[in-house]
Structure formats: structure tokens, C-alpha cells
């Protein structure tokens, strides 16, 4: 059974960072598959916001998010990040790890983190 873990959410004025992190339990290294996180506000729908293959060769992030957020593995290959900079209020969110089902990423997450809750204060 794969358990997805994140932390590093908290509270921060706009214009501040954090940095998420989400660990994986299981036999086969995250690296094995795509990675990505997602983020859900209240009334609005899920929104994929980065996403990093096994390779590390395709990198993708969503229009919101492009040039402040960075999304990255550790060498060991069970860690996931994603560095937020300049903050905004309208990042506010429960943020997501999900777990593909394949090496490429494709549109089949078949494992989810239970989330970090982000606010960004104005």
C-alpha cells in the first residue's frame, strides 16, 4: 500500500514562501512514476498545478503558478517538493501530492496525499 504524506503548508503574507513537501511510503521510489501537485479551494474545482515525470526531462505547470512555483525531487527519489515564491491570496488552497500510474505523466493519478492547507494573507 502507497501512503503520500505532505507537509510544510502554513499561514504567510503575500509576497512570502514555502516550500511543500510530500513523502511517500511504499516499496517502489516516487521516482518510478510521474508526480504532481494539485491544489482545491473552497468552491472551486481541483487544479493541477505541477506536474514532473520519472525523468525530470518534462516539467509542466499550470498558468497560475508558472515562474514563482518549482516543483522538484530529492536525489533518494522519495521526496517530492514544490517551492511556492511570491505568494498571492488567490493561492490559498488545500494542496495535493498525487502519485501517477505511469512513468510519463498521463491523466490517471492513482494516489492522493490527505493535503496541507495554504493561506496567503493580503
Known sequence: ????M?????????????R???????R???ST???GWFRQAPGKEREEIATIDNSRGDIRYADSVKGRFTISRDSSGNTLYLQ?????????AMY?????????CSG?????GQGTQVTVSS
Request: proline share 4%.
Open 28 to 30: 517502489i521510489p516516487l
Open 84 to 92: 511556492m515564491n511570491s505568494l498571492r491570496p488567490e493561492d490559498t
Open 6 to 18: 505532505e507537509s510544510g503548508g502554513g499561514s504567510v503574507e503575500s509576497g512570502g514562501s514555502l
Open 108 to 112: 490517471s493519478w492513482s494516489y492522493w
Open 1 to 4: 500500500q502507497v501512503q503520500l
Open 20 to 26: 511543500l513537501s510530500c513523502v511517500a511510503s511504499g
Open 96 to 104: 495535493y501530492c498525487a502519485r501517477n500510474r505511469y512513468g510519463f
Open 33 to 35: 512514476y510521474c508526480m
